[in-house]
């Protein structure tokens, strides 16, 4: 971080600093044992760290979690099969785990500020397919059950089974569309989503990129689907989800939102009032481990109608819970707690803001003209390249990021013409708007000494000393920014 950045004084990032000594002890003494039962594990672990630290990290998605976070799963609550939910388990001996999960869940539900927090998901797909059935389960098979006179499913007869299981396949949802920055699972057809609903998408507005809501509400009104989905994984702007619950009362549907992306955003209160989903939305997933900092893993909150449902997630849909990961969950969410979080997410926020105008300053193409949340989708085709060569270009200079798809985009979904960027991580190493102008400029620097080779849109080159020089620019930020200070392995 630059001595004169504004932000120099409030800055709180890299927790676990003040343990470092006693970390870095615990570390040295596992890999120890590691190395004495399988030692390429043990080297492989300790080249994970080298290169993380040698690297700009860019993807949106990733983090760098706490000592503490990830000393958290390294236990023998691992060890402990605990299908069910607290005080109902299909298993003996759960009371330890009970404690993990309702310490995890309390944590969920106060910072949220929900009324109910299931803390198992694996990951944020588990959470998304757990929260489906559940909405299905409450919307379609309640109401179905109570039609047959039947309490359970193994109580309906073979034609009353067969009408419901019809019914509960045969639903509708309308969720944002891949290309203009929704997730895979908000009904993707080749992804189980867009399989097991009848799906719809909504996009963005082709000329400024944004969410037009009046097109939204107009797919809702025509296609009548009983779940809305909100929320994305590469979309720049912030999202008002008290329209989109309006959208959603007006045809009977479901609002659920995936705010995997930017739970940190929600839990910092960067993102407050109709910016946040979660007293908007009737079901709310996340992942653990992007903008929240967490282990990697899933969560689900959600009004008190839906509880019971998804509280059957495991074993509707999940396996047994990972109870080292939901403890590592608990010490998560107590950090994002912390007034310390809130300055975080701020500067998350302020950081790709900083970049975006890196990126604008030196004329770069960036869909919807920058950023107010983490991400900052760059248009690579002014470079003439397409995502593919560029992601490849910066990895050469030591630039990670993911290549991803823009609206419309005319290289699909695998070369792509995007480049989707996020603060988070190196917000958590301390670089601050300086830092990520100057990443900017790094990346131009890049994208500008590629050049596509022939009509490939894999291959391409790069002029000669692109990737040293900007590998060395790169490792001054990095040198004045380490990742986990004073770990030493
Ligand atoms: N893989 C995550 C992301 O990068 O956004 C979403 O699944």
Redesign the pocket.
């Known amino acids: 971080m630059s001595a004169d950045s504004p932000h120099t004084a409030t800055s709180t990032t890299s927790p676990g600093a003040e343990y470092a000594d006693t970390a870095s002890a615990a570390y040295r003494a596992a890999l120890q044992v590691v190395e004495s039962v399988e030692p390429r594990i043990a080297a492989a672990t300790r080249k994970e760290l080298a290169d993380q630290r040698a690297s700009l990290k860019l ?3 990733e983090n760098y979690a706490s000592p503490a976070v990830l000393l958290t799963m390294g236990t023998w609550l691992s060890d402990k099969y605990a299908e069910g939910t607290i005080g109902h388990r299909f298993y003996a001996g759960c009371q330890n785990v009970d404690t993990v999960e309702s310490i995890a869940a309390e944590h969920a539900r106060e910072l949220f500020g929900s009324p109910h927090a299931y803390v198992q998901p694996h990951s ?2 588990d959470a998304n397919l757990v929260a489906y059935w559940a909405i299905l389960a409450t919307r379609v098979e309640a109401p179905g059950l109570a039609d047959a006179g039947a309490k359970h499913v193994n109580d309906l007869s073979e034609a009353d089974w067969e009408k419901l299981r019809n019914k509960l396949g045969n639903q509708r949802l309308l969720g944002m569309s891949l290309d203009a920055g929704g ?2 699972t908000h009904g993707f057809r080749p992804n189980i989503s867009g399989k097991m609903f009848h799906q719809r998408s909504y996009g963005t507005d082709p000329d400024t990129g944004f969410i037009d809501y009046g097109a939204v509400a107009a797919a809702a009104r025509e296609f009548k689907p009983l779940v809305i989905v909100a929320g994305y ?2 979309y720049p702007r912030r999202v008002n989800f008290a329209t989109m619950r309006e959208i959603a009362d007006e045809v009977g549907a479901t609002l659920m939102v995936d705010m ?2 930017f739970a940190g955003l929600v839990a910092g209160k960067v993102f407050t009032g109709d910016e946040d989903p979660v007293p908007h939305a009737h079901v709310t997933t996340t992942t653990t481990h ?1 903008s929240l900092r967490g282990p990697r893993g899933g969560l689900i909150l959600c009004q008190p109608e839906y509880a019971d449902a998804v509280d059957k997630g495991c074993p509707m849909v999940l396996g047994g819970p990972l109870s080292h990961v939901m403890a590592a969950k608990a010490v998560a969410l107590a950090e994002a707690r912390q007034p310390a979080f809130q300055a975080y997410a701020q500067r998350v926020a302020d950081n790709a803001q900083a970049l975006a105008d890196g990126f604008l300053k030196r004329d770069a193409q960036l869909v919807t003209g920058g950023t107010d949340n983490h991400i900052v989708l760059l248009d690579v085709t002014s470079f003439g390249l397409t995502g593919r060569q560029a992601e490849s270009a910066l990895l050469d200079a030591g630039v990670v990021t ?1 290549r991803n798809a823009i609206p419309a985009d005319p290289n699909g979904a695998w070369y792509t013409s995007g480049i989707r960027l996020g603060s988070p991580a190196l917000t958590t190493r301390g670089f601050g708007p300086d830092e990520f102008d100057r990443v900017a400029e790094l990346m131009i620097d890049v994208l500008t000494n590629t050049a596509p080779e022939g009509s490939s849109k894999a291959k391409y080159s790069l002029a000669d000393g692109t990737a040293e020089r900007v590998n060395a620019a790169a490792a001054e930020l990095l040198a004045a920014n380490p990742l986990y200070p004073g770990l030493e392995l």
């Open positions: 993807i949106a998605s944020g797909i997730h895979l994984s590469a995997a992306h992007k993911n």
